[in-house]
């Protein structure tokens, strides 16, 4: 068994110390992510999108260019934003308070100097009152310890979110980074297709166009502070009166999903336990009230 990590290694992450530069990290990771997704075909559920936790912050893993390949990492400990190209060619940026426009501006840049033009929707998805990257000077800060530790906290988790998905052998998502939302997210498929919603978008309706119980992490926002999430598409009728561990659990009647606090894992005596028990109780009443073929899926 695992050693379990003591509760001093979660960092805190309050919101509000950390909004401004949540505010535009958020940005900064959609004009990579945005690359990453005019550089990559489309894959099932926009699977060719999302970041990846590193060893050192995110990356979009690598990416074809023509007859090469190339990486853009957000680096967390030392604090740049490196480009890295199978030839051997690389350019960095420093992470330091600079707007979007700036930042915008400067990594398309270092992309023209090294041989590779990429054109991308240049305006942020799933935020209100998004501003075009070129035009948003409002949101300019970066607290490097913030990122730091935000950055580890994605570290602490991952591995709690990859052990669960590991035992699960039906259709299932990476644990990957969506720069969109901005929530790290791992989604189990029950093999069927999910009832058509016309009043969805084309993203949404991609999306969600199987049945899925998704569980993840979203820093927060709107008010919220950070929490692990568990939602089923569609929901199951019972699903929100389910019951579920940690007991800190609760459903947001608002979000309809199950929330448990960051907070709460973070001050647990044993953080991945308390995220565990949240993962697999949140999936077992999903997947049985929805009537999932559980000996199939599950290893």
Known sequence: MPTPTPASAWPALPLADWADTFATLHMWTQVVGKIRLACTPLINQFWNVPLYVSARGLTTSAMPHGHRSFEIEFDFVDHQLHIRCSDGASRQLVLRPRSVAAFYREVLGLLSELGIEVKIWPVPVEVEHPIPFAQDEQHASYDPKAAHRFWRALTLMTPVLEQFRAGFV??????????????????????????????????????????????????????????????????????????????????????????????????????????????????????????????????
């Not at 927060?220 to 999430?229: K, M, S």
């Not at 001050?267 to 073929?293: C, I, N």
Request: aromatic share 16%; hydrophobic share 40%; proline share 8%.
């Open 170 to 299: 039906g259709k299932c998502s990476p644990v990957h980074f969506f720069w969109g939302s901005f929530d790290l997210a791992v989604t189990r498929f029950s093999g069927r297709p999910a009832p058509v919603k016309p009043e969805a978008d084309f993203i949404t309706q991609e999306a969600y166009s199987q049945e899925v119980i998704s569980h993840g992490f979203w820093p927060g926002g709107n008010g919220q502070e950070a929490a692990f999430y568990a939602y089923c598409v569609p929901a199951p009728a019972g699903f929100a009166e389910a019951t579920v561990q940690p007991e800190e659990a609760f459903y947001s009647t608002e979000l309809s999903e199950f929330l448990l606090p960051y907070e709460a894992v973070r001050t647990a005596p044993d953080p991945a336990a308390a995220l565990r028990a949240f993962l697999t109780s949140t999936y077992e009443a999903g997947a049985t009230l929805a009537g999932w073929d559980r000996e199939a899926l599950e290893r």
